[in-house]
């Protein structure tokens, strides 16, 4: 046993060894300030898929200012928010650096509740990377930062190196972004905001922000909550009295957002695409991205971006006027998606007018507008690889046939009828209240009726058309969480690089392959790794998806079919049209074996972000997926193809079991109905007398009551949906009039729904909850 003696020795050396070594990291490590921040500034640099300068991103809005001139308002509303200790606290909190440790060590979060003086280490010279030597490297710097600076500078140090967001960096800059006046003339309701904003500014800027649930509704909300507890706060750790807390009740609306310098038209929603893409992969945040020596290069193509600027250019210069027409054409939006087939290349985007006219959402990522019928063909190719409970497993063809007629009763997989909230039995409505009779589902597709599909889909299973949607490249949180029946007709709401991307799974025979943007990535020069093509996968049968796109040629080459106007493409194509509730949006969703190209078109009021109906915009009576948004398609797809050779599509074989008009198949596989690889182009007299007429493609709801279900909530990240019941368009508590709805009568489209009418349908453009409401007239047809 060794004496007391050896073991206090030892001790004792070992705490001399401990205090050195601390002693010596407080000495080497140096303490921040924040003109060295803004001098390690660098740009960013975006390349074109050919190698060319894009963008060059870089002049960061950074302005330092003494503390001085930072209204006490302004400092009191941080530290009540941030750190209401900060002038007593010895700059680190120990009880939050040890819980951020041991949560890092066993893989749990990382949120520790950092101090100001942690912070404003951080916002220095430390990465983002959440790391127990990060964290090391921050206790002795906050150490000796506290030490050796005045708690004052310390506070002003954090101010002026802070992101406020809208590219602003200190708090000179926040207050001409956000008040357009000097950081000393700041009253303490515009203080609370800025130190709102600093919690993240693309979840709490009132104008909105970039990702998900970033809606300047949504960011609105946020920050008027955060704001007023912000001031509620002050007067808690006593940094304002109750009486001047009661004098700021309205909330100070910021001026609005400026475009950064350079990011005009289209490059704005590329930059965006592609940063959000690189920092995911880094796994870095924006203040670290916009240190900047970044050298992105992506997958735009310049001339295919071009191309798609001027296809929209051209439709709204011909058919919208805002001024002539502003109750309709005022707040008309297009955004697109162009993806490659098998590689998963997003080539070329629209996603709005540009930054530079204010226009800050990107139309062609964006959350919330449901897709209407564009979503059939995942029900076709669901009912092809599972069948229907009535076929034991046994896929169905797309020569069966389903009841067409305007205003089915829709049936439960038990027989029975489904039910609406009431009891009564639910009935479906087609385009114009057609009646198609028995109709083949390609003659169904062909003309977008809606009855065989939604009885389909209650066959196949709601459950199996999301996995169908899932596996060719529709995302969790685009899904509308209500598996109703209206979840056949498109009340999800996937953005166009989405819908253009599983489309190129049919178009690549099943051929699945993750969307990217960023082909490598370098830093200093120095290749940064995880941009590795995606990988492949197939996760479609490669005859299922052959026939589908055997099916959705017959849209366009069928003289009746809704998508026939895209014939002017002049090669083989294949796509659907989907029009919504009310016609608060209308697609487009079409392929060749080279590309896949999605566009939407919709309105949508800024201020309150919801849907509007598009009826009378561009003089037309209603706007269906088969005119305008074809039109942009087209133009686009030729000038996107010059100098490409015309490709066919693989051959489809037959497949599945022709289904009889008792919903069960024969005894044998359908030989009898080949794929139509080539549709004719000549129509018996006997089709054309069945072509629907060529009004724009809307429906009328039948008098019937909404299914059953009670309010549904809105799904992850669409912004346009609000949890408040309404009934826009059907009276009587059925929602989603759609197309024309008349009292009482539910929608046209894909449908909305009673008690969630104006909260699902008109949020969402008629879409997402559809249900429980309404009967669903899906997209008029279209």
């Known amino acids: 046993m060794p004496s007391w003696k050896l073991v206090s020795g030892l001790s004792v050396a070992f705490l001399g060894m401990l205090v050195g070594l601390v002693g010596l990291a407080l000495y080497m490590v140096e303490v921040p300030s924040e003109a060295n921040a803004a001098a390690a500034q660098q740009n960013n640099v975006y390349y074109w898929s050919d190698g060319t300068v894009m963008a060059r991103v870089g002049d960061t809005n950074r302005q330092n200012v003494e503390i001085g001139d930072i209204p006490q308002s302004m400092q009191n509303a941080v530290i009540a928010a941030e750190n209401a200790t900060f002038w007593d606290d010895p700059g680190f909190d120990v009880v939050g650096i040890g819980r951020a440790v041991i949560n890092m060590a066993t893989g749990g979060s990382t949120q520790s509740g950092s101090t100001i003086t942690q912070q404003f280490v951080k916002n220095n010279y430390l990465s983002q990377d959440q790391t127990i030597t990060r964290k090391a490297k921050e206790l002795f710097i906050s150490i000796k930062v506290n030490t050796e600076m005045e708690k004052p500078d310390i506070l002003q140090g954090y101010l002026n190196t802070s992101y406020y967001g809208r590219n602003a960096y200190g708090i000179q800059a926040a207050a001409q972004a956000y008040f357009e006046k000097d950081a000393a003339e700041l009253d303490p309701a515009e203080s609370a905001l800025l130190a709102t904003v600093l919690k993240g500014a693309d979840l709490y800027d009132p104008a909105g922000g970039v990702g998900p649930k970033s809606s300047p509704k949504e960011n609105r909300e946020r920050a008027v909550e955060r704001w007023e507890w912000i001031l509620d706060r002050q007067v808690e750790v006593g940094l304002m009295s109750q009486t001047e807390r009661d004098k700021y009740t309205e909330f100070p609306d910021p001026a609005p957002r400026k475009a950064q310098a350079g990011l005009t038209g289209q490059t704005g929603y590329l930059v965006d695409i592609a940063a959000a893409e690189v920092k995911k992969t880094l796994g870095i945040d924006k203040p670290t991205f916009d240190k900047g020596g970044y050298q992105v290069h992506t997958t735009f193509d310049k001339k295919k971006t071009a191309a798609m600027v001027k296809s929209v250019s051209k439709v709204e210069k011909e058919y919208i006027d805002a001024e002539k027409r502003p109750d309709t054409d005022k707040f008309v939006q297009f955004g697109a998606a162009s993806v490659e087939p098998g590689t998963g290349k997003i080539v070329a985007l629209y996603g709005g007018p540009g930054f530079d006219k204010g226009h800050f959402t990107n139309n062609a990522n964006t959350l919330g507008v449901p897709v209407g019928s564009v979503w059939k063909p995942f029900v076709l190719a669901a009912a092809m690889e599972h069948g229907t409970y009535k076929s034991d497993g ?124 960023v082909t490598k990535v370098q830093h200093n020069g120095e290749e940064q790794p995880g941009f590795e093509k995606p990988a492949k996968e197939t996760s479609i049968d490669a005859n299922i998806a052959n026939n589908v796109t055997d099916v959705l040629r017959g849209v366009i080459e069928k003289g009746h079919g809704t998508g026939k106007d895209a014939r002017a493409l002049g090669r083989p194509a294949a796509g659907k049209t989907g029009t919504t509730d009310e016609n608060k949006s209308a697609w487009w969703v079409g392929y060749t074996p080279q590309l896949s190209t999605a566009v939407t078109m919709f309105r949508t009021d800024p201020d309150q972000g919801t849907l509007l109906s598009m009826k009378g915009a561009g003089g037309f009576d209603s706007i269906n997926g088969g005119k305008l948004p074809t039109e942009v398609w087209t133009a686009y797809m030729k000038d996107a193809h010059k100098g490409e050779p015309k490709k066919n599509f693989p051959k489809a074989k037959p497949v599945g079991k022709k289904v009889d008009q008792s919903g069960v198949p024969s005894s044998t596989p359908s030989q009898s109905e080949e794929p139509e690889s080539t549709p004719s182009e000549t129509e018996s007299e006997e089709e054309k007398e069945k072509e629907p007429s060529k009004q724009p493609e809307t429906s009328r709801p039948p008098m019937t009551t909404p299914p059953p279900g009670g309010e549904e909530s809105c799904r992850p990240g669409d912004f346009f949906c609000e949890d408040t019941g309404g009934t826009e368009g059907g009276t009587e508590g059925t929602g989603g009039e759609t197309e024309g709805s008349t009292e009482g009568t539910g929608g046209e489209t894909e449908g909305s729904t009673e008690g969630t009418g104006d909260t699902n349908g008109n949020a969402n453009g008629g879409g997402n909850g559809g249900f429980p409401g309404g009967n669903w007239g899906d997209d008029n047809g279209g």
């Open 394 to 517: 046994v896929g169905v063809s797309p020569s069966s046939e389903y009841n067409g007629d305007n205003k089915l009763k829709i049936k439960k997989q038990d027989g029975t009828d489904y039910l609406d909230k009431e009891g009564n039995p639910f009935y479906q409505v087609n385009n114009a209240d057609e009646d198609h009779g028995y109709v083949t589902l390609r003659r169904a597709m062909e003309v977008s009726a809606n009855t065989p599909f939604v009885q389909l889909g209650m066959d196949v299973g709601m459950d199996k058309v999301k996995a169908t949607a899932t596996a060719a490249g529709i995302e969790e949180d685009s899904f509308d969480p209500n598996l109703n029946p209206s979840f056949a007709l498109g009340t999800s709401t996937p953005g166009a690089i989405e819908m253009a991307n599983s489309y190129a799974t049919f178009s690549a025979s099943g051929t699945k392959v993750d969307t990217y943007s």
